[in-house]
């Protein structure tokens, strides 16, 4: 791998000084981080992810109250959740329009110091995920051998089992996987929630260890609105070739649709357009 | 959680540039990485750990061979290991000759760069673990729901899972936990691999999806030499309850006799001295 040489919309970075009382701009071009950092010696943190645009943030409430909880799951000090919405409105207001990424990350900092270490970054849209939305993904089916013990938290940096999954993917010429259990049963995307659309049924995995997504959720809401008729059912690998489209959605990449599972072309429905906007809508009500 | 307060010797680390050609010290005072190293957004990335002691490193080629290939298993740009061992060495000399930790850590780096990150840390042994060798540790079980995929490379930075478990250990007023499987037929340690003493038998779990440590293998090696049967045998919990004693192991740890498992007492047998001066001179041999 060589470095990139495209260049790409700087982020803005805020930190935000964990035991309260600052926030401040960072120097995109400086070092923020110290190497006994637990966050990258240990993956020891959180993080919580979404979309901006127009200067707004989608849902800012419900990502404050589970980044409260995954903090409390992991005995990380007690975020000041307004010094998180200060920092994210004055990162937002610096990015401006267009549509950025705004991520939050909080770890348990120096091995040294014992002080967190917190900061928002806005950055723009990365091209695959541009790339995504655009013309869908191909995906394989991969046997999920692992599931996260109960007491795990939802959000943690622990991103290297994903990693893994993609490059899997990526070796047999596809974009992303869908888990699948030891019985067939449809689990997941990698980093997204499976949705299928079926005639007037919208449908989401529903399997032992899948989180119901907070994107799944609120698409639900204004599709049963809509006139759809949503459901969270067990589904196999059959019922997805077999349905109008599949999606996957998530806080920040989606929806995508899938265009071929397993090397099967799964072509675009009549409907393609309408449920996309129906979907991105329903991230921003 | 406060800041700590006590001061700790000061680790000294080296920057290894990816792409060849040089090695520099890095001042610990000063940060070192970008809020967009996906080593830290991501997790994206390796290390390895072991001790130093006396200006040496205990099996550097070992660790070597093994870093290389857990960055070829991640597709990490192929490390420059010559250079890892210089930085070592120059860390090293500087550390002295009291003990210490060496830590590599490479990650894939800053997003926006594409440039890979890549550092050595040579710090103390810290205090828990020292108390841990001096007086053992109490620990409890813990059923293990999740594996890793056979793709799921060995040496991540992907510690969160480990983090869970140790605070699971920690509510419970135990310091550690082994895991065991459904069937209660034990697997390892979170950091660590279980070694049994019985009689004249050494025995380490043999169990799906526990990968043999390269300390249990040297330890067996030079046990087998000294008289010992040494054997990797599925064993449950009574057996360990029915142990002479009972050891974790680890390459920077070292051994560390179970005192408690699962509150009952494990009292150290009259061979524990011997055992665990044959153990860390196997770690040097």
New interface residues.
């Given amino acids: 791998?060589?470095?990139?040489t495209e260049p790409?919309a700087?982020?803005i970075?805020y930190v935000i000084e964990p035991y309260g009382g600052s926030i401040r701009r960072?120097n995109?071009a400086?070092?923020?981080?110290?190497?006994?950092?637990l966050?990258?010696?240990?993956?020891?943190?959180i993080?919580e992810t979404f979309l901006v645009r127009g200067g707004r943030v989608a849902n800012m409430q419900r990502h404050l109250e589970r980044f409260g909880a995954s903090a409390s799951a992991?005995?990380?000090?007690e975020p000041h959740l307004e010094k998180w919405r200060e920092a994210t409105l004055a990162a937002v207001e610096e990015w401006g329009e267009g549509e950025g990424k705004c991520?939050w990350?909080y770890?348990r900092g120096r091995?040294?110091?014992?002080?967190a270490s917190a900061?928002v970054?806005v950055?723009a849209i990365?091209a695959a995920t541009l790339a995504e939305r655009a013309h869908g993904v191909e995906v394989i089916s991969l046997e999920?051998?692992?599931?996260?013990?109960?007491?795990?938290?939802a959000k943690?940096?622990?991103?290297?089992?994903?990693?893994?999954?993609l490059?899997?993917a990526r070796a047999r010429g596809a974009q992303d996987v869908i888990y699948v259990d030891a019985a067939g049963q449809v689990l997941e995307g990698s980093r997204s929630t499976v949705i299928t659309a079926k005639g007037s049924k919208l449908r989401t995995p529903q399997a032992p260890g899948v989180m119901r997504g907070t994107t799944q959720q609120a698409i639900f809401a204004a599709a049963d609105a809509a006139g759809w008729r949503c459901k969270a059912k067990a589904v196999d690998l059959d019922y997805l070739l077999g349905a109008d489209s599949v999606w996957l959605v998530s806080s920040t990449r989606g929806p995508v649709r899938v265009t071929a599972l397993n090397g099967t072309v799964l072509p675009e429905p009549d409907n393609a357009a309408q449920l996309r906007e129906m979907m991105n809508a329903a991230v921003w009500a």
């Fill in positions: 791998m060589s470095p990139r790409a700087a982020p970075t960072h995109h400086l070092p923020l981080l110290y190497p006994d950092d966050g990258i010696t240990r993956g020891d943190g993080f992991m005995e990380l000090p991520t990350t770890t091995a040294s110091t014992g002080i900061w970054t950055e990365d999920r051998t692992w599931q996260l013990p109960e007491e795990f938290p943690t940096i622990n991103y290297a089992a994903t990693m893994a999954a490059r899997y």
